[in-house]
């Protein structure tokens, strides 16, 4: 298994910018594809937006054109900078991949409030 660390997380103002990371173990980080997952208090997890082996990105439609997910194959990580947050961005927020997915890390607290 594959193992994640999520860090970046914290509490910022409505409209202010947030930049998660994620560090994976393993050598097979480089031909998946990694997706950030976000999950709110009493919800479902969900997918906020994934990105290919080859960069291809997708985004939920409620944080695109705020976000952008990006990643570091060299360093086995991946990025989410978040823009523009609102109070329904408050959630812990998680990476793994889209597929094939692996155990869960401990996620990043992302809590947007003023």
């Known amino acids: 298994q594959v193992q994640f660390v999520e860090s970046g997380g914290g509490l910022v103002q409505p409209g202010g910018s947030l930049r998660l990371s994620c560090e994976a173990s393993?050598?097979?980080?480089?031909?998946?594809?990694v997706a950030w997952y976000r999950q709110a208090l009493g919800s479902k997890r969900e997918l906020v937006a994934w990105i290919t082996g080859l960069g291809a990105v997708t985004y939920a439609d409620s944080v695109k054109g705020r976000f952008t997910i990006s990643r570091d194959n060299a360093k086995n990580s991946a990025y989410l900078q978040m823009n523009s947050l609102n109070s329904e961005d408050t959630a812990l927020y998680y990476c793994?991949?889209?597929?094939?997915?692996?155990?869960w890390g401990q996620g990043t607290q992302v809590t947007v409030s003023s």
């Open positions: 393993g050598n097979i980080f480089t031909t998946k594809t």
């Open positions: 793994n991949f889209l597929l094939d997915v692996q155990n």
